[in-house]
């Protein structure tokens, strides 16, 4: 199984973390500073990731980007935030009417009653959400993703975000289980899309279309786009993950509203990983899904990770680099 290893080097207040065994198939050209094995992304404004603190005598700070990431910290000092979320920071955007998305470490459950912070995590659910987005991008379910940023950023498209999580389930599991008294594991007779209300001091509870309509949520249109929306993505992502052996049990979307002049249109938003997802082992039913955090299941990187490394988003075999020396 891939192992993900964080370097962590100090040169002053900049603070860089390199990840050896990822992102590797980023279009840009790998130079060594410090004796470090770094992505150069251009320079000024046109660099990828530029570093924000600290004078670097050995070269210009703006010219080169580490294979890796910053910290979140000199990320907020150097951008406009927009929103910050349990899972996930976003950024303005380069452009009008785009974001960055942030996928942080930590890990939260139970509405925030258990948290916890899991060393790559963020990297993951980057790769893995980008990966799921393209995929509807592709087959014409639009979604809000644009590009890939870097090991924890993408540019998505700013939306106004629908108050409704639209879940959908194909095996009886979690709240499904818990109201109704199925066993978990049972196949539903055929997907079942649940909508909740998105409001944390409530729990997100399940809501009715009586209620979504009445409460002009949405309207009866964009319910129904919506799941058309839901049940697309079901298609998509219980055959994706079919092909490598994992049931798709039931998962967890939220949807966007963009506007094209006159018109509107809905399309996916917020992530698709395995934090918003029920994976089981098509034989075993092992679990490689937020679940594992939940009931303690063992190492919630190693859980992800499975599902990358399966879906060929991780390498088999990364390439090792040394360790870094610290340099002062
Ligand atoms: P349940 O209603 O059984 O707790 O969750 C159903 C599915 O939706 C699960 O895959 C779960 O991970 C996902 N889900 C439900 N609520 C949330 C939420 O607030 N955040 C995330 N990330 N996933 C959720």
Redesign the pocket.
């Known amino acids: 199984m891939s192992k993900i290893d964080f370097y962590h080097v100090n040169y002053e207040n900049l603070v860089i973390n390199l990840e050896p065994s990822m992102n590797q198939n980023h279009p840009f050209r790998q130079d060594t500073y410090f004796g470090l094995t770094v992505d150069v992304l251009g320079a000024g404004k046109n660099c990828g990731l530029r570093m924000a603190r600290g004078p670097l005598p050995t070269c210009r700070p703006s010219h080169i980007a580490i294979r890796g990431e910053q910290s979140t910290e000199s990320h907020m000092a150097r951008r406009k935030l927009v929103y910050e979320g349990k ?1 996930k920071i976003l950024y303005e955007g380069p452009e009008p009417g785009t974001l960055v998305q942030y996928f942080k470490d930590d890990a939260t459950a139970f509405n925030a009653e258990k948290k916890d912070i899991v060393e790559g995590k963020g990297v993951l659910n980057n790769r893995l959400s980008e990966f799921f987005m393209t995929g509807l991008n592709t087959l014409g379910i639009p979604t809000h993703f644009i590009k890939s940023l870097n090991m924890r950023e993408q540019l998505i498209r700013a939306v106004e975000i629908v108050p409704l ?1 639209v ?1 959908v ?1 194909n095996y009886a ?5 818990k109201r109704l008294g199925i066993e978990e594991g049972t196949a539903l007779p055929r997907p079942i899309v ?1 909508f ?1 209300l998105k409001d944390d001091s409530l729990g ?1 509870p399940l809501v009715s279309e009586e209620h979504i309509i009445a409460f002009n949520w949405a309207s009866q249109q964009d319910l129904d786009d919506m799941l058309a929306l839901a049940l697309r993505v079901n298609d998509f992502l219980s055959g994706v993950m079919y092909g490598v052996g994992i049931r798709v ?4 979307i939220e949807i966007g509203r963009v506007y094209e002049g006159d018109y509107q249109r809905l399309i996916i938003a917020d ?1 698709i990983s395995p ?4 994976l089981w082992d098509l034989k075993t039913g092992e679990k490689f ?3 594992v955090f939940r009931r303690d299941l063992g190492s919630l990187t190693d859980a992800y990770a499975e599902v990358a490394r399966r879906l060929g988003v991780l390498p088999e075999n990364p390439v090792p680099i040394g360790k870094p020396t610290l340099i002062n």
Not at 249 to 252: I, L, Q, R
Not at 275 to 278: E, G, I, L, V, Y
Request: with cysteine; charged share 50%.
């Open positions: 899972a999580e879940i389930r599991a979690g709240t499904m289980s649940e909740c997100d049990a039931d998962f967890k992530e934090d918003s997802c029920r899904d937020k679940d």
